[in-house]
């Protein structure tokens, strides 16, 4: 009697919260947690044993011993340079970073106007930023700067209000484990259940990080990686469930099917609205994610490219992860501090076309030169990104009424305007545009459709 009672009150309890499943239905049907979508700025950190020899790219170890053939330049650069028989883990005593002071970079990162930072915890060379139990002797506690790089980094970047995400590989190039799973067609997980996932879970109860950025997914499928498994306690069970978001390198065909937002290939440009929460990542280093001791300015990012990118990323509904690769000695290379900081002077006035917006009913428009949208409430944004060649702009998408206003952002008065058609389009007379380091300004359209 007593039990039937009781099995009846347990029926009628409603469920606190949604329980996941681990399969990709129950998975991908996990609302993305709100802050996300908002921040749509983010700054991406790559930095590990790889920023010692910094050349080539933080592919330097597979492009010189893995791959087959090797890439000859990192073969003769290590040969002209190093003694014979020098192996890649005696990179990382080098790995010094002397002049790491985490307080600094979070003021860099909090100056671009940034809402979240994401630091490779773990690279494809396998080394971890911090002291994992499963990584010994190959983590920077042990070796290099013996620093947890990614609490001390996390400290400091919290404490100015930012998110704080990391980046986790799942495969390592040259782990023993994998390599065996890996000749075993990826039938036997030793390395997922030896290595990679204890290491995980640790991580993510250490450090609690709001972004988990998988990536070397692609050589196996998620059921060896056991990705369902680990997402499901992750949405369900980790001290982070309520405000983590994923991306979707989970394994074989996963980018741009599977897991919270979409990557899809690395700086993936869609040419139209897509249906899912994307995310572009891309580097200011044109040719690399890491430091590169030998890199040229030309082969930088400059401004103006950096934010034309940003407003057609944000205007396509994605977030902006802007990458900055920083030195072995703990320094980010003044060139890209000045980007960042050049990032965020643009968005200290143009900020409110681009945080906290949704995409509008129209992306883009191009009547004389590309005009992208944003849209926040019943207010839309107009945002040019190159000098218009005459005193006037016309757009034609948006329909007027007669209490439409328009302005530009920086400049408080309103701007004269008239409709090109009864129903819609209207020429602006732009006031003499404020010089701007991003080289693009934001007409506010109010009482618009
Ligand atoms: C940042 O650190 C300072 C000094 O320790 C402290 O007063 C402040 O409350 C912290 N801010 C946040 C947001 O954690
Ligand atoms: C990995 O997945 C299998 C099922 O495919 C499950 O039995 C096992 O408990 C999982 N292990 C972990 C550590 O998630
Ligand atoms: C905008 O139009 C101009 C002139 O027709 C063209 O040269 C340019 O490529 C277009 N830009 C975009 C982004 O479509």
Redesign the pocket.
Known sequence: MAAVFLLLLLAFVPPTAARYT?DWTSLDGRPLPSWYDEAKLGIFVHWGVFSVPGFDSEWFWWHWQGQQPPDPKCVSYMSRNYPPGFSYPEFAPHFHAQFFNPEEWADIFKASGAKYVVLTAKHHEGFTNWASPYSWNWNSVDTGPNRDLVGDLGDAVRNRSLHYGLYNSLYEWFNPLYLDDKKNGFKT?RF??KKL?PEL?NMVVRYRPEVIWSDGDWEAPD?YW?ST??LT?LYNDSPVKDTVVTNDRWGAGCACKHGGFYNCEDKYTPGQLPKHKWEKCTSVDTLSWGYRRNMKLKELMELPVIIDDLVSTVALGGNYLLNVGPTADGTIPTVFEERLRGVGAWLETNGEAIFATKPWRVQMENTTIPVWYTSKGATVYAIITARPPTTTLKLLIPKTSLTTKVTLLGIPSPLPWVPVYPNGGLIVLLPDLPSTPGQAWTLKLDAVQ
Do not use: A, I, K, S
């Open positions: 681990p997980q997922v259940m996932l879970y059921t056991n498994q680990f306690w």
